[in-house]
């Protein structure tokens, strides 16, 4: 059983960044891919970034590569999503995810846990 509990969203400036963290419970962090998600009113939930067991490999979103980095450190167990450049089409509910499948997963199908979320609003 894997608890994560999300923090680090706001408000920001368009043009602004912030850093999500995703602190998760349980002595087995290191071997699940993480994988970020978001959610807008009224749109489906769509995949942001996911990054490796080891960290060893990401993978981004088409609409945030570039400007988006996904990172973990499982010494900590936590997992970083490091946002740059927002736009307001970046809000949305951010949550992340943790899947026992190996490498990157892009699929909200492969995950098993996730955590309640935390908002990113981005004004204009």
């Known amino acids: 059983q894997v608890q994560l509990v999300e923090s680090g969203g706001g408000l920001v400036q368009a043009g602004g960044s912030l850093r999500l963290s995703c602190a998760a419970s349980g002595r087995t962090f290191s071997s699940y891919t993480m994988g970020w998600f978001r959610q807008a009113p009224g749109k489906e939930r769509e995949f942001v970034a996911t990054i490796s067991w080891s960290g060893g490999s990401t993978y981004y979103a088409d609409s945030v590569k570039g400007r988006f980095t996904i990172s973990r450190d499982n010494a900590k167990n936590t997992v970083y999503l490091r946002m740059d450049s927002l736009t307001p089409e970046d809000t949305a509910a951010y949550s992340c995810?943790?899947?026992?499948?190996?490498?990157?997963?892009?699929?909200?199908?492969?995950?098993?846990?996730w955590g309640q979320g935390t908002q990113v609003t981005v004004s204009s």
């Open positions: 995810e943790a899947s026992f499948a190996s490498g990157t997963q892009r699929s909200q199908l492969r995950y098993a846990y």
